[in-house]
């Protein structure tokens, strides 16, 4: 794998913070800020061909942090390789479920019978998260809100 100097990453984010302020902008802007993090994602995605799974799993976090519809690809082929390690492949089921597309919800039910129980159980919670990404509740498992409306 080619090493991307931290130099380069660092110039990533950055791009990645304008970006983010200019999605507060112009449709046209919008449309700049889609493709900074298209490419953004493209070059973040290349983690997944490193050695080391702990990276593997951080590199599918940290595309769960950004949320984008530019990742749901990297992701689906990382959870589809049956002979990753299980902890990345949770790690994609679950970034999949914060971004919450149908698409997604799609891929995640693929999962639902896998022989990895860290990846069957993971692909459970994802699709709640994904319920809740896509619902008006304030709070993510709002026991309080639960407890209250059994009760009273």
Do not use: W
Not at 15 to 35: A, G, R, T
């Amino acid at each position: 794998m080619k090493i991307i100097h931290y130099s380069n990453v660092i110039v990533l984010c950055l791009l990645y913070e304008i970006s983010v302020l200019m999605k507060l902008c112009s449709p046209f802007v919008k449309v700049i800020y889609f493709l900074i993090t298209s490419i953004i994602i493209k070059y973040i995605s290349l983690g997944f061909q490193a050695s080391s799974a702990l990276f593997r799993h951080e590199i599918a976090f940290v595309l769960g942090q950004l949320q984008s519809i530019c990742s749901i690809p990297a992701l689906h082929q990382q959870l589809s390789k049956l002979d990753e390690n299980y902890m990345v492949r949770h790690e994609c089921a679950e970034t999949l479920g914060s971004i919450g597309t149908d698409e997604c919800r799609h891929i995640l039910e693929t999962y639902l019978n896998d022989k990895e129980r860290v990846v069957r159980e993971s692909c459970e919670v994802a699709l709640d998260i994904s319920d809740y990404v896509n619902s008006t509740d304030f709070q993510y498992c709002n026991g309080l809100k639960l407890v209250e409306s059994e009760c009273c």
